[in-house]
């Protein structure tokens, strides 16, 4: 048998494949091996447990939206509404090109409060979401209500996130996600 190198975030990126697909609890060392070609005891050279390697993939996920999709809050020289837009539009394409919903939402429901250190990684995403479009909207709608504005729309994405997996169908989706991009037409 020949010698397999691969790297870390090869690991990450097809255990959080299979993460998405079968769950955590669902997915063994063994599967991830196979799915990299790694024997499993090669995957905790890597990755001193499940658990460790579910947390790089939850920190690998938000370090992807922190730098593609909530920065675009950050931009100089474009509106709010253009702002939503371009948020809106990254998120539409992630989560149309990605089988399996969403990881960290997914990892909410079902590990619920069973994992601590993935349970705070989960909130931290989820917070900086909310963070990025309570920014885009207090300018027209106030602190306040563009906070609870925010919580409504990270809610409302997730559960068509979730519809799109249940149904596999992403009309919803896409229809909420649209409605989103309007909201400060």
């Known amino acids: 048998m020949p010698v397999i190198k691969t790297d870390k975030e090869t690991i990450i990126k097809k255990s959080i494949h299979l993460f998405k697909v079968q769950g955590y609890y669902n997915t063994t060392m063994g599967d991830i091996g196979k799915e990299t070609g790694l024997i499993k ?15 790089s993939c939850l920190v690998y996920i938000h370090q992807y939206f ?27 394409e992630y989560f149309l090109n990605s089988e399996g919903g969403c990881l960290l939402g997914n990892f909410a429901l079902e590990l619920s409060n069973n994992i601590p250190s993935l349970k705070k990684q989960i909130i931290l995403y989820f917070n900086e979401w909310e963070d990025s479009l309570t920014k885009i ?44 991009s309007n909201i400060l037409a």
């Open 41 to 55: 005891g090669s995957l905790y050279h890597h990755f001193k447990s499940k658990e460790d390697l579910a947390l």
């Open 66 to 92: 922190t730098d593609n999709i909530y920065a675009i809050v950050y931009a100089e020289n474009i509106s709010d509404k253009e702002k939503l837009k371009l948020f809106t539009k990254g998120i539409e």
């Open 137 to 180: 909207f207090t300018n027209e709608l106030g602190n306040k209500q563009a906070k609870e504005k925010a919580k409504e729309v990270v809610a409302g994405t997730q559960g068509s996130i979730m519809m799109m997996r249940l149904y596999n169908k992403s009309e919803a989706f896409i229809k909420y996600n649209r409605e989103v």
